[in-house]
């Protein structure tokens, strides 16, 4: 794990609407430090109207433990049950790596390069 000079963890989370997405973009250590602001930023997707598409931009994770990997299920599952389609863009390194390792790989609708996620989720041409 990597952290700063105080010993956390960095973490960012963004958000941002177009069209008929949401994009959420997660930089840094997706790990049990970064859970709480994690959810906490989900809370406020979760409380706007219904879009048809969340996409996370993993693009610029640098590392994922098991309680982060726990909390992508969760959003996965409040997806699911909203009737929106998760797509994962950005997909590679250490994020292809957890994916495939923990066998969720095939859970997931998943992009390696985010342009194809956002062109899936309709958000650009």
Partial sequence: ?????????????TSG???????TRLSGDL???????????MA???????K????LDLREITFCDSLG???LVVVLQRCE????RLLLGGVQGV???VLFITGLRHAFEVYADLDDALRQGSVIS
């Fill in 95 to 97: 994020m292809g790596r």
């Fill in 31 to 41: 790990d049990a430090s970064a859970v709480p602001a994690f959810r906490e930023h």
């Fill in 81 to 84: 049950a909203r009737g929106t």
């Fill in 17 to 23: 609407l177009s069209g008929n997405a949401i994009i």
């Fill in 69 to 71: 990997m726990n909390e």
């Fill in 52 to 55: 048809p598409f969340l996409i």
């Fill in 1 to 13: 794990m990597s952290s700063g000079a105080t010993g956390k963890s960095t973490f960012v989370v």
């Fill in 44 to 50: 406020r997707i979760w409380a706007l109207p219904v």
